[in-house]
């Protein structure tokens, strides 16, 4: 079981990537949170080098193991502007009736 941390720069892009995994069987499910982030500004704006805050999206894709691979690439396809941050977290245990969901979920 794995679950893939992804913030994204809004809502409607964590909603659109969702959507597209769930359909495909990717994910059993995305649970999407409203974020703010702070960062070092990327060097193009007016504030080169500073520090810059931003809201945006961060999903939590629930899935197994097999679909990491296609899920990344789900996301590299639908990401808007940026490199993604795609941050895979091996599960140390999940409750067996979850668990059992999550494997139909995506099979």
């Known amino acids: 079981m794995i679950f893939i941390y992804v913030p994204c720069q809004n809502l409607d892009t964590a909603k659109i990537i969702a959507k597209i ?3 495909k069987r990717m994910a059993g499910k995305v649970d999407i949170m409203l974020t703010n982030s702070v960062s070092r500004d990327n060097g ?3 504030q080169a080098g500073g520090v810059v805050e ?3 999206a961060t999903m ?3 899935t197994i193991d097999k ?3 296609g899920i990344e690439d789900i996301v590299r396809e639908y990401y808007q502007g940026g490199v993604p941050c795609m941050a ?3 599960l140390y245990r999940l409750n ?3 668990k ?3 494997i139909a979920a995506t099979s």
């Open 100 to 102: 059992d969901w999550l």
């Open 60 to 62: 939590i894709i629930m």
């Open 67 to 69: 679909h990491v691979q």
């Open 44 to 46: 193009l704006s007016a």
């Open 96 to 98: 067996r009736d979850f």
């Open 21 to 23: 995994l769930v359909e």
């Open 54 to 56: 931003a809201p945006g």
């Open 88 to 90: 895979t977290i091996s």
